[in-house]
């Protein structure tokens, strides 16, 4: 079986991403990445230190099999994230973007109008574009006509870890799109990220609840597996829920004896 | 204009004393069991008939502050441009009638002690200084920012209540957060406290995060003077005006300090003593009403509750600081402001954040993210 997914160019084997935050160390971050063998680490510019070479988070991250993936956080409005990107690219030496602008700094909710605007400047600057946003099926096409390379919808409430309270947009979006989908904020536990690939996400990103749970290093190791099964079950093909028990003599048999 | 005024108008002190001194065991039971508190809630939380509820109530603020911003701690230092003040406020030690050398930095000075705060680790500075609005007004601000925007990726302001316009050019200068401290909320009393100058126009003062919430500015912070009055009362209302700005400037950051009243030169003591205790009990208040708050605890506080406030709430904390103008390079051995408690280093306070399993975060902040003219 091949479990191997593409954004743009580059091709991932695991499926589970991982953000930087909220770690007790550096130490401890780095060994969360590396059990939940995750390729694709999201890492906020306004929490890179260019000047010192001490950087407790880059100094773990440099690393040919992570792909880094500097995001916006901080910004309020498109221009701000544009201009955020363009650093982050010269910081990072990346062109890869998790574009977030969320102007509301008490739950973070994304701003979809302000993300679209910066999503059309950045794709024409050669961004990479991964938009955190809404579970807005509308807000997705709009996105991917625009040049985003992925699309990254909300779960629940960032840092919640309250699971897949959109889970009903999430298959529209998931349906529907033609980019790959990853679901990002809210998940809260191994079960709610096997869902998110159960019900057909490409991939899922995690953050809060690996680094502020117990043991990091568990955790991670937790989500690493939880998400290989729930893509394993998507992939077999599970059947379809059954609220009611199937009648063992049909309804319909009489048709045969007319 | 719309501002707290109105909505402060609408209490009066006494009554939120009595209101305070009203709540039972079986309301602060009734509180906890909620998952989300309003400010009614927050007047149980503080009340006497909490104490009881001390433990459960920093378990809470734990696990909520965790899972808000995660095992950080964010430090900043102080940084003294003047101690030239025309107003006398009676607690402080440069009240314009204490008679001490007064000092303002130079742009030379201002470079060497941002170096100084630099050196230590720091790349977030809080600019302080007390109010003199001729010489130490808005374009002395601004020309102090732009000695040390290559220094700092985070810069806040601790100064005189100032207009919107100015705070709307301090932003545009990269400033990202001013605080303010209303000192007490108790109306008869406020002008006892300050008698001259233009601090004693409670007013005024009342409506300064108002002004700087129509600037655009990132971040507000709040406070009381801990021990002027008494702490329940004017910390709910400092928590009522928080309520307020949230709702009116959703894109703006809050955060609230404690200052706890210190001893300093000329002074007088505090009226009301504050336990240990009480202030522990004050911080999970405001943390489980409200989780996305900025906690910040000083060098004021002592050692032992400083490192036990590590993993209970807070979220920045400063250290090594000075409260004199020069007081890191140019010149310690001026007056200053207040003594700290905590005068351990930078390095001290590091390793007690590391040994609870927390990380030190110098830095969060890009000065890019304020460089943009706020649409009105």
């Given at each position: ?31 969360a ?34 792909q ?17 990107a ?20 008490r ?13 059309e ?6 961004f ?47 349906e ?18 096997a ?30 597996i ?5 893509r ?12 009611a ?5 049909p ?8 | 204009?719309?501002s ?47 104490k ?10 734990q ?7 995660g ?25 314009m ?56 990726p ?42 001259k ?13 108002d002004r ?36 009116t400037?959703w ?12 001893p ?16 522990l ?32 709430g807070?979220?920045?904390?400063s ?16 007056l ?13 306070i ?18 890019e ?8």
């Open positions: 079986m091949n479990n191997n997914f593409k954004i743009a160019d580059r091709t991932f084997t695991s499926r589970l991403f991982m953000g930087t935050g909220k770690f007790g160390s550096g130490e401890e971050m780095k060994n990445i590396i059990a939940s063998e995750s390729e694709l680490v999201t890492v906020a510019l306004k929490r890179i230190d260019q000047e010192t070479n001490t950087d407790e988070i880059l100094v773990h991250l440099r690393q040919p099999h992570i880094l993936l500097p995001n916006t956080s901080g910004a309020r409005t498109a221009s701000e994230a544009v201009l955020a363009e650093l982050a690219r010269e910081a990072m030496e990346t062109n890869w973007l998790k574009l977030e602008i969320h102007p509301d700094p739950y973070l909710m994304p701003d979809p109008i302000e993300t679209l605007i910066a999503c400047q950045l794709a024409k600057k050669g990479i574009i991964l938009p955190y946003i809404h579970a807005d099926p509308v807000l997705c096409k709009r996105l991917e006509d625009v040049g985003t390379a992925a699309v990254m919808p909300l779960g629940s409430p960032i840092g919640s870890n309250s699971g897949l309270k959109t889970i009903d947009f999430l298959k529209i979006i998931i529907q799109s033609q980019v790959p989908v990853i679901i990002d904020a809210g998940i809260g536990s191994p079960s709610d990220a869902k998110a690939m159960e019900i057909g996400s490409d991939a899922v990103l995690v953050n809060t609840a690996i680094a502020t749970s117990t043991n990091p290093t568990k955790a991670a190791h937790a989500f690493k939880a998400v290989q099964a729930g394993m079950a998507y992939e077999a093909g599970l059947p379809a829920e059954q609220l028990a199937k009648a063992s003599s309804l319909t048999a009489f048709l045969t004896d007319i | 204009m719309k707290f005024k109105a909505i402060f108008e609408g209490y009066d002190w006494d009554s939120v004393k009595t209101q305070i001194a009203a709540v039972t065991q079986h309301d602060v039971e009734r509180a906890l069991s909620k998952e989300k508190l309003d400010i009614k809630d927050f007047i149980t939380l503080i009340s006497k008939a909490a009881p509820f001390i433990e459960k109530m920093a378990k809470r603020s696990r909520i502050t965790q899972q808000r911003f095992k950080n701690i964010q430090l900043y230092a102080p940084l003294y441009l003047s101690n030239e003040c025309q107003n006398i406020c009676t607690y402080c030690g440069f009240s009638d204490n008679e001490i050398p007064r000092r303002t930095l130079s742009k030379a000075e201002i470079i060497l002690e941002a170096q100084a705060v630099r050196k230590m680790g720091f790349q977030h500075v809080l600019l302080v200084a007390g109010e003199a609005n001729k010489t130490v007004g808005t374009p002395y601000f601004l020309e102090a920012v732009r000695q040390i925007e290559s220094i700092f985070q810069i806040s302001i601790e100064v005189q209540p100032l207009e919107t316009e100015d705070y709307r050019q301090l932003h545009q200068s990269k400033v990202n957060a001013v605080l303010v401290y209303q000192e007490t909320y108790h109306k008869e009393v406020y002008k006892n406290y300050h008698p100058g233009k601090k004693s126009n409670f007013n005024y003062r009342l409506e300064t995060p700087v919430g129509r600037s655009g500015m990132h971040k507000i912070g709040l406070g009381v003077l801990l021990g002027l009055e008494d702490w329940r009362v004017d910390s709910f209302f400092n928590a009522l005006h928080i309520d307020y700005l949230q709702k400037y894109k703006t950051k809050y955060s609230v300090s404690f200052p706890r009243l210190r300093a030169e000329g002074v007088q003591k505090p009226n009301f003593h504050m336990e240990d205790a009480d202030l009990q004050l911080i999970c208040a405001y943390r489980i009403w409200n989780p996305d708050l900025e906690i910040s605890l000083s060098t004021r506080e002592h050692e032992l509750f400083r490192d036990n406030l590590i993993h209970l807070i979220t920045s904390m250290a090594a600081s000075k409260t004199n103008p020069g007081g890191y390079v140019v010149e310690p051995q001026s200053e402001q207040f003594e700290i408690s905590d005068e351990r280093p930078v390095s001290i590091v390793d007690k954040i590391r040994a609870q399993g927390y990380q030190p975060v110098w830095k969060d902040w890009h000065p993210y304020t460089s943009e003219k706020e649409k009105d």
